[in-house]
Nanobody
Framework: QVQLVESGGGLVQPGGSLRLSCAAP????????MGWYRQVLGKQRELVAG???????NYADSVKGRFTISRDNAKNTVYLQMNSLKPEDTAVYYC?????????????WGQGTQVTVSS
C-alpha cells in the first residue's frame, strides 16, 4: 500500500505563510505527477497546484502568485509554499500522486492536513 504523508498544516493569521510537505516512496516521488488538492466541508475537492516529473506546474487561478509547488526528488518530497494566505484558503489539504499514464495505473492520496487562516 502506497503511503503519502503530509505535514505542515496549522493555524496562521491572514497574510501569513505555511509550507506543506508530502513525503512519498521513491518511485512515486520521482515519476508520478504530484498535486495538492483542498476540500472544505460540504464542497468538492479542488486542485490547488500540480507538478509533473519534468517540473511543469499548474495552479488554480485563486492561488496563482501566492502558492508555489515544488519537488525534491532526492528527498522524495513535494512541497506547497503558501504565502499571503487568506481566510478562504482554509481547508483540508491533500497530497495526490497520479501515474504519468493515467490514474488507472496508480492514483494515491494522503490523509490530509488542516490549514486554518484566521485572526
Amino acid at each position: 500500500q502506497v503511503q503519502l504523508v503530509e505535514s505542515g498544516g496549522g493555524l496562521v493569521q491572514p497574510g501569513g505563510s505555511l509550507r506543506l510537505s508530502c513525503a512519498a516512496p521513491g518511485v512515486i516521488a520521482s515519476i508520478y505527477t504530484m498535486g495538492w488538492y483542498r476540500q472544505v466541508l460540504g464542497k468538492q475537492r479542488e486542485l490547488v497546484a500540480g507538478i509533473t516529473s519534468g517540473g511543469s506546474t499548474n495552479y488554480a487561478d485563486s492561488v496563482k502568485g501566492r502558492f508555489t509547488i515544488s519537488r525534491d526528488n532526492a528527498k522524495n518530497t513535494v512541497y506547497l509554499q503558501m504565502n499571503s494566505l487568506k481566510p478562504e484558503d482554509t481547508a483540508v489539504y491533500y497530497c495526490n500522486a497520479v501515474h504519468p499514464y493515467g490514474s488507472i495505473w496508480g492514483d494515491y492520496w494522503g490523509q490530509g492536513t488542516q490549514v486554518t487562516v484566521s485572526s
